[in-house]
């Protein structure tokens, strides 16, 4: 028996990891997380059975955290993934009792494990090929990935006190399909109403955000250096960015973001503090490097950490859902209270400055207030022709040669076109010189991948505005690089918008069998990605 795992876009071959992540998630830890989901799966169905809606909403806040650390790049930690699965069974069981025939869902409800070796024990047994059968398999991954996006959201919500009951009930609905439906077509409706569900979850975040923290504005980030020592924070958790920002004030420590922290900077309750220096190097997959140069402590707040250094291994730390064995773990705040930074705050002071890697500033912050703010000047620019098209290339970035593609089209894009971005894929493209049309810049930044939201509600009321039935008859390509369980759920969201014609790329998901593959191609018109200059000359005349 060994490991099976193909949720990312880079697993080994398109085909799937067998003997260690390509992220570096160890073959033990791929399969505890199985367990993991294994567990959450009985918990949803003995909730499903019971049918208090009451308890789906109060188990809701836990099945995302558990679903959330389960996604690419986020928790290497076993300890912390038996400690998930064990809480998983403990709240099953306490569900479970009060069925009166639990026996009949066999050994979901049943199954019982107590030490990290029976966990692994489960975890072989049902793991991801269990499912025989590609096509029912492939829809049941499909769903679970875009729960494990949808939760990621939902749970970043819920630190900052706003939750959907809705999402929260789904999670019920949609696991306990997930283990008990075989039919096709009604896997296939599941998959469709996750889409609708990541479209709530992502509004949720965004109400969560800008209500919290206001609306981005239009903002120039610094990507140079102080002269004081930094901590540098990645990740996506706006929270642990106020709380580190309100902690470092008067230390004499810089705060730097990193990755898909990057928006941060463009929130107004952010700007206020001086000491916010501005964002320091690149995406996700180039942090070995640049945490080598930062010199100060690092803190992830979610995914993407990729198997840590020993260099800076004494001065990584994570926080939230991410884990790393042998870094230090910040743990969550108690209630009423922050958490605690002073360890790397402490820390910081003693490191020299960041040693600079680039200088300049990027232009970001072009979310949806800000963007339907210039409406009006928008529609003219399309109108008068300035504006030929908009492409959106959000999504995410990675490590593979491939998606050098992504930095040839906005190369290849004319000079009349606009890129609307979102996630860290901005990072192939957002350096460089493109200019503005009538000053409004080439690249529009939304902010972080949840922040695909924005672009779609910028689409809908660009169809508002020019009296169109369908937002595909809007002068509009999309352009999607994919790499982990949230950009999955943005797809689904996309879809169930009734977006057509989304091109997908570096691959299609390996998840995705070739009949269900098929399926989404004649229903929805997905393309995979070809030749830069073709695709940009397809794009041009709509297709």
């Given at each position: 028996?060994?490991?099976?795992?193909?949720?990312?876009?880079?697993?080994?071959?398109?085909?799937?990891?067998?003997?260690?992540?390509?992220?570096?998630?160890?073959e033990?830890?791929?399969?505890?997380?199985?367990?993991?989901?294994?567990?959450?799966?009985?918990?949803?169905?003995?909730?499903?059975?019971?049918?208090?809606?009451?308890?789906?909403?109060?188990?809701?806040?836990f099945?995302?955290?558990?679903?959330?650390?389960?996604?690419?790049?986020?928790?290497?930690d076993?300890m912390?993934?038996?400690?998930?699965?064990?809480?998983?069974?403990?709240?099953?069981?306490?569900?479970?009792?009060?069925?009166?025939?639990?026996?009949?869902?066999?050994?979901?409800?049943?199954?019982?494990?107590v030490?990290?070796?029976?966990?692994?024990?489960?975890?072989?047994?049902?793991?991801?090929?269990?499912?025989?059968?590609?096509?029912?398999?492939?829809?049941?991954?499909l769903?679970?990935?875009?729960?494990?996006?949808?939760?990621?959201?939902?749970?970043?919500?819920?630190?900052?006190?706003?939750?959907?009951?809705?999402?929260?009930?789904?999670?019920?609905?949609?696991?306990?399909?997930?283990?008990?439906?075989?039919?096709?077509?009604?896997?296939?409706?599941?998959?469709?109403k996750?889409?609708?569900?990541?479209?709530?979850?992502?509004?949720?975040?965004?109400?969560?955000?800008?209500?919290?923290?206001?609306?981005?504005?239009?903002?120039?980030?610094?990507?140079?250096?102080?002269?004081?020592?930094?901590?540098?924070?990645?990740?996506?958790?706006?929270?642990?960015?106020?709380?580190?920002?309100?902690?470092?004030?008067?230390?004499?420590?810089?705060?730097?973001?990193?990755?898909?922290?990057?928006?941060?900077?463009?929130?107004?309750?952010?700007?206020?503090?001086?000491?916010?220096?501005?964002?320091?190097?690149?995406?996700?997959?180039?942090?070995?490097?640049?945490?080598?140069?930062?010199?100060?402590?690092?803190?992830?707040?979610?995914?993407?950490?990729?198997?840590?250094?020993?260099?800076?291994?004494?001065?990584?730390?994570?926080?939230?859902?991410?884990?790393?064995?042998?870094?230090?773990?910040?743990?969550?705040?108690?209630?009423?209270?922050?958490?605690?930074?002073?360890?790397?705050?402490?820390?910081?002071?003693?490191?020299?400055?960041p040693?600079?890697?680039?200088?300049?500033?990027?232009?970001?912050?072009?979310?949806?207030?800000?963007?339907?703010?210039?409406?009006?000047?928008?529609?003219?620019?399309?109108?008068s022709?300035?504006?030929?098209?908009?492409?959106?290339?959000?999504?995410?970035?990675?490590?593979?040669?491939?998606r050098?593609?992504?930095?040839?089209?906005?190369?290849e894009?004319?000079?009349?076109?606009?890129?609307?971005?979102?996630?860290?894929?901005?990072?192939?493209?957002?350096?460089?010189?493109?200019?503005?049309?009538?000053?409004?810049?080439?690249?529009?930044?939304?902010?972080?991948?949840?922040?695909?939201?924005?672009?779609?509600?910028?689409?809908?009321?660009?169809?508002?505005?020019?009296?169109?039935?369908?937002?595909?008859?809007?002068?509009?390509?999309?352009?999607?690089?994919?790499?982990?369980?949230?950009?999955?759920?943005?797809?689904?969201?996309?879809?169930?918008?009734?977006?057509?014609?989304?091109?997908?790329?570096?691959?299609?998901?390996?998840?995705?069998?070739?009949?269900?593959?098929?399926?989404?191609?004649?229903?929805?018109?997905?393309?995979?990605?070809?030749?830069?200059?073709?695709?940009v000359?397809?794009?041009?005349?709509?297709?």
């Amino acid at each position: 028996m060994s490991m099976f795992c193909y949720q990312c876009q880079e697993t080994a071959g398109n085909k799937g990891c067998k003997v260690r992540g390509v992220c570096g998630k160890p073959e033990r830890t791929a399969v505890l997380m199985d367990a993991l989901i294994d567990g959450l799966k009985g918990l949803a169905v003995a909730l499903k059975e019971n049918g208090d809606k009451t308890a789906m909403k109060e188990e809701g806040p836990f099945i995302a955290q558990a679903l959330f650390a389960t996604i690419t790049n986020a928790n290497f930690d076993d300890m912390r993934i038996v400690e998930l699965a064990r809480e998983a069974l403990k709240r099953r069981e306490r569900i479970a009792s009060l069925l009166p025939k639990k026996e009949r869902f066999g050994d979901l409800l049943l199954w019982k494990a107590v030490t990290e070796e029976e966990f692994v024990s489960r975890g072989y047994e049902k793991g991801i090929e269990a499912t025989e059968n590609e096509d029912v398999r492939s829809l049941r991954e499909l769903t679970v990935y875009g729960l494990k996006g949808i939760a990621a959201y939902v749970d970043h919500a819920h630190v900052l006190g706003y939750q959907d009951e809705t999402i929260f009930e789904f999670f019920a609905d949609a696991l306990s399909a997930v283990a008990l439906e075989e039919d096709p077509d009604i896997l296939t409706a599941l998959v469709l109403k996750t889409g609708e569900m990541a479209v709530a979850g992502m509004a949720l975040l965004d109400k969560a955000n800008t209500e919290t923290y206001g609306h981005p504005e239009i903002s120039e980030v610094n990507i140079g250096v102080g002269n004081n020592p930094g901590i540098l924070i990645s990740g996506h958790d706006l929270r642990d960015m106020e709380e580190l920002l309100k902690q470092t004030e008067g230390t004499g420590v810089d705060v730097y973001t990193h990755g898909e922290m990057l928006p941060a900077n463009y929130y107004p309750a952010f700007k206020k503090y001086s000491h916010f220096v501005g964002n320091y190097g690149n995406a996700w997959w180039k942090q070995n490097e640049e945490f080598d140069s930062f010199n100060g402590p690092v803190l992830m707040t979610t995914n993407c950490i990729i198997p840590v250094k020993e260099s800076y291994k004494d001065r990584i730390f994570t926080t939230g859902m991410t884990g790393y064995p042998g870094v230090q773990h910040i743990p969550d705040r108690k209630e009423g209270k922050e958490k605690d930074f002073s360890t790397i705050i402490a820390l910081a002071k003693k490191c020299p400055p960041p040693r600079e890697i680039e200088k300049g500033k990027i232009v970001g912050g072009f979310a949806h207030n800000q963007v339907l703010a210039l409406a009006d000047k928008v529609v003219d620019a399309v109108k008068s022709g300035a504006i030929k098209r908009f492409v959106v290339m959000a999504g995410c970035d990675g490590r593979f040669s491939s998606r050098q593609y992504y930095t040839d089209v906005a190369r290849e894009l004319p000079e009349d076109t606009i890129i609307l971005t979102a996630g860290c894929a901005k990072y192939r493209y957002n350096k460089l010189e493109l200019g503005d049309i009538g000053g409004i810049p080439r690249v529009l930044d939304a902010g972080q991948c949840n922040d695909s939201y924005s672009l779609a509600l910028i689409a809908l009321k660009l169809k508002e505005v020019f009296g169109l039935e369908d937002i595909n008859q809007l002068p509009l390509s999309f352009d999607i690089a994919w790499y982990e369980q949230k950009a999955v759920a943005v797809l689904l969201a996309l879809l169930f918008l009734g977006v057509k014609g989304i091109r997908l790329g570096p691959t299609l998901p390996a998840f995705l069998s070739p009949n269900i593959a098929k399926i989404l191609i004649e229903k929805f018109d997905i393309k995979t990605i070809s030749d830069a200059k073709a695709d940009v000359g397809m794009m041009m005349l709509g297709r």
